[in-house]
Nanobody
Framework: QVQLVESGGGLVQAGGSLRLSCTTSGTIFSISIMGWYRQAPGKQRELVAVVTSGGSTNYADSVKGRFTISRDNAKNTVDLQMNTLKPEDTAVYFC???????????????WGQGTQVTVSS
């Protein structure tokens, strides 16, 4: 099982910026998709942004133009640069990766423990 660890969360005022990072460890042959989801209190977990190994990205409409996802395929890491943050961005942010441990194994998905992002108004 691949382990994912997020960092970079915290408290920021509206209009500010934060950068989240996610590192991986464990046996990895390849990672197809890496991304970020978030879950606010009382709400379901929702997609924020994902990126494929080829660099294709997909963003939630609510973060387009403000957030940028980037990935280092050599290091198996993924970052999320969050600008112009709004109070409604407040949530726990989770890193995720869909990967193959070895060439002979099927794809699996792992999640990090999450990092809290709080945006004050």
């Amino acid at each position: 099982q691949v382990q994912l660890v997020e960092s970079g969360g915290g408290l920021v005022q509206a209009g500010g910026s934060l950068r989240l990072s996610c590192t991986t460890s464990g046996t990895i042959f390849s990672i197809s998709i890496m991304g970020w989801y978030r879950q606010a209190p009382g709400k379901q977990r929702e997609l924020v942004a994902v990126v494929t190994s080829g660099g294709s990205t997909n963003y939630a409409d609510s973060v387009k133009g403000r957030f940028t996802i980037s990935r280092d395929n050599a290091k198996n890491t993924v970052d999320l640069q969050m600008n112009t943050l709004k109070p409604e961005d407040t949530a726990v942010y989770f890193c995720t990766a869909t990967y193959r441990p070895t060439v002979a194994m099927k794809f699996d998905t792992s999640w990090g423990q999450g990092t809290q992002v709080t945006v004050s108004s």
